[in-house]
C-alpha cells in the first residue's frame, strides 16, 4: 500500500548528474539511511527510486527537476 509524498531533506552522490544515488534522507522528523536501491526509473522531469533503509523499511523516493525538490513515501504492505 501507498500512502502519499511527502517534502523529503536527501544527501546523495552526484556524478555526471545530481542525484544519482540516495544515500541517506530525513522523512517526517527522522534520518534513514539507505541500505540499497532496489529499483530505479526516470520519467519525464522526475527520478524515481525504490529503497530499504537499514532499518529494514522501504520508501519510494522522487526527485522533482523542474521544481529542485524531493519527496518521499513509506511503502507498506
Known amino acids: 500500500m501507498v500512502d502519499y509524498f511527502q517534502p523529503a531533506e536527501v544527501e546523495c552522490y552526484s556524478g555526471q548528474r545530481f542525484g544519482e544515488q540516495p544515500r541517506s534522507f530525513c522523512w517526517q522528523g527522522k534520518r534513514y539511511l539507505v541500505e540499497r536501491i532496489e529499483k530505479e526509473w526516470l520519467e519525464p522531469g522526475q527520478r524515481y527510486f525504490w529503497v530499504l533503509t537499514k532499518d529494514d523499511s522501504h520508501f519510494e523516493l522522487v526527485y522533482n527537476e523542474q521544481q529542485e525538490?524531493?519527496?518521499?513515501?513509506q511503502?507498506?504492505?
Open 69 to 73: 525538490n524531493w519527496e518521499a513515501v
Open 75 to 77: 511503502l507498506v504492505g
